[in-house]
């Protein structure tokens, strides 16, 4: 069987869509799945060894030079490499007008979607003109699921194991000359969305409680990159990282011996290797992505309830006890 997955963005989305793969194999041990997703993610997806191909989609960045021979033969290519395998089955999991496009062009014998969106999502509906079959869920299906349950339903299976992220172990990628040699933290401090993000001075009082463990700080915009300033100054064993590719990030987040962060992407992969992972929800509901696959992952605060400093330092001696 020939399976196409089509979901292009954003990071923590194409993460929590990673097991898909394991499931359907685990039904359908001969299946062959290729994988769309935007170009700045397709290392992530690289990393589950059982999709065949990856397609990478360059929208965000074929939108600023449309009128370019370079990029229009670029879209050309997309296409015809899109429709040059025949797919017993495709999957859109996203929900999206240009995912549905996308999954219209594939030449695939069944075309399955989500028939609505869950509670906050960007969902359009007008995504369902390209499926042969759209799957309604409950609206408050966690992202982990929702694809999960979206292949259940189109091949006649129920869903009887935990999530698996299929991603390679930690051990069998080098680790980065910058990455110290000894057990560090991290602090996946940085958001899009500023209303998500915690407080300056809690993550220095954390870093202060953690010494004398290194603390690592990733930065991927300008914003980030001061706030990472900051937080380094009240802590003097605190690292501002350079600016980290795509596969850095997440070597950085697969060695930490503990991981402090966010609502976002980074935080999530994190959880996804089994990290010790402690996320914090300050504006974006939890019931949505908190990592419920694993003791070694705590889940704090709630939309506009954001966690409290001793929470957190509760989490951390808890998962000292743990490991």
């Not at 963005?9 to 990673?18: A, E, P, Q």
């Not at 292949?151 to 051990?171: E, I, K, S, W």
């Not at 990472?228 to 605190?238: N, P, R, S, T, V």
């Not at 696959?293 to 989490?315: C, K, Q």
Request: proline share 7%; net charge positive.
């Amino acid at each position: 069987m020939d399976i196409l997955l089509v979901r292009v963005s954003s990071l923590g989305d194409v993460l929590h869509n990673l097991p898909m793969v394991a499931d359907l194999l685990r039904h359908q041990p001969d299946a062959r799945i290729d994988w769309v997703v935007e170009e700045a993610f397709v290392s992530l997806v690289r990393r589950h060894p059982q999709v065949r191909e990856v397609i990478p989609f360059a929208l965000r960045r074929w939108r600023k030079s449309l009128g370019s021979p370079a990029t229009r033969a670029e879209i050309k290519a997309f296409w015809q490499r899109l429709r040059a395998r025949q797919y017993d089955i495709a999957f859109d999991t996203q929900g999206l007008l240009k995912t549905g496009l996308i999954l219209g062009a594939a030449r695939a014998r069944r075309k399955v979607g989500l028939g609505n969106g869950s509670e906050g999502s960007g969902y359009e509906g007008i995504s369902r003109i390209f499926h042969t079959e759209s799957v309604k869920l409950d609206p408050r299906t966690h992202a982990v699921a929702r694809g999960r349950l979206v292949a259940a339903h189109a091949l006649g299976y129920t869903l009887d194991t935990p999530p698996d992220f299929g991603l390679r172990p930690a051990d069998a990628l080098p680790r980065p000359d910058w990455m110290p040699l000894r057990d560090y933290a991290v602090f996946f401090h940085g958001t899009a969305r500023r209303a998500k993000q915690w407080p300056i001075a809690n993550w220095i009082e954390i870093g202060r409680q953690l010494a004398p463990m290194p603390v690592l700080l990733p930065w991927g915009s300008e914003q980030e990159r001061q706030d990472a300033e900051a937080i380094a100054a009240g802590l003097k064993h605190a690292r501002m990282l350079p600016r980290l590719s795509m596969d850095e990030a997440i070597a950085l987040a697969q060695h930490a011996a503990m991981v402090i962060g966010v609502d976002t992407g980074l935080t999530h992969i994190a959880a996804a290797y089994l990290r010790p992972t402690i996320e914090l929800y300050c504006d974006s509901p939890r019931w949505k992505t908190e990592g419920d696959w694993s003791s070694r992952i705590i889940n704090l605060g709630d939309r506009g309830d954001p966690p409290e400093v001793a929470e957190v330092m509760d989490a951390v001696r808890k998962l000292e006890d743990i490991l």
